[in-house]
């Protein structure tokens, strides 16, 4: 099992990060009391290089590996995509890869999946988003600020923008479900502001992705 986690700028907001790393936390101890080959890579822009949870097996990884996730700090602008290309650079091996991100990119996604794939990895997507970006308040005259380019865009009529923007989220979610499926994996969206037990037991474990 290798863990992708998505530490990038815009991950910081409203929670996004530290329920990244709860769940990353979950599946990696499922993964290592089941004897499985358990790896964490890390990619917030600050190095060419990935933070890396060396590949290993068994309960005694347990400890080292909630360490490196607890510290595990964020920022930087690396999209999702370049994330999993630089991963692919250092892992070796077949299995299932969790990439747990916002997926808010405007990369080539579907390549990235490609590249995971024909690596030998299932590709397993959860999507984490905060409850602002899930259930937006915003009306009136608005100027936006992506937190990783600074780019801004201004916005005269809220309500019009707020059905193009779900609109646009479903449609991402859908895209994102579909190109796990195809690749023998699964996806699945949550909100930042579950709280733990919710995660895993309401979601993780009714959907399949962690056993009790």
């Not at 089941?34 to 060396?54: L, Q, T």
């Not at 590949?55 to 996730?69: D, E, Q, V």
């Amino acid at each position: 099992m290798v863990l992708l986690v998505d530490a990038s700028t815009s991950m910081l907001f409203d929670g996004k990060l530290q329920m990244a790393k709860q769940a990353a936390a979950a599946m990696g101890i499922m993964g290592l009391l089941n004897v499985e080959r358990v790896s964490v890579y890390a990619v917030h822009g600050r190095s060419d290089r990935p933070g890396v949870f060396a590949p290993g097996t068994g309960r005694t990884r347990i400890r080292p590996m909630l360490k490196f996730l607890e510290e595990l700090e964020g920022g930087g602008s690396t999209p999702i995509e370049t994330a999993i290309e630089s991963m692919l650079k250092f892992h070796r091996g077949r299995g299932v890869a969790v990439v747990l991100s916002d997926f808010l990119t405007l990369g080539d996604l579907n390549r990235s999946m490609n590249l995971l794939y024909s690596s030998g990895l299932e590709v397993w997507g959860l999507q984490i988003l905060s409850e602002a970006e899930l259930h937006p308040n915003v009306q009136g005259d608005l100027r936006f600020v992506d937190s990783e380019t600074q780019e801004t865009l201004d916005i005269t009529n809220a309500s019009e923008l707020l059905n193009v923007y779900h609109d646009q989220r479903h449609l991402l979610q859908t895209t994102l479900d579909a190109m796990c499926r195809r690749r023998q994996g699964r996806f699945l969206s949550v909100s930042s502001g579950f709280s733990f037990s919710t995660l895993l037991f309401e979601h993780l474990c009714r959907q399949g992705w962690v056993q009790r």
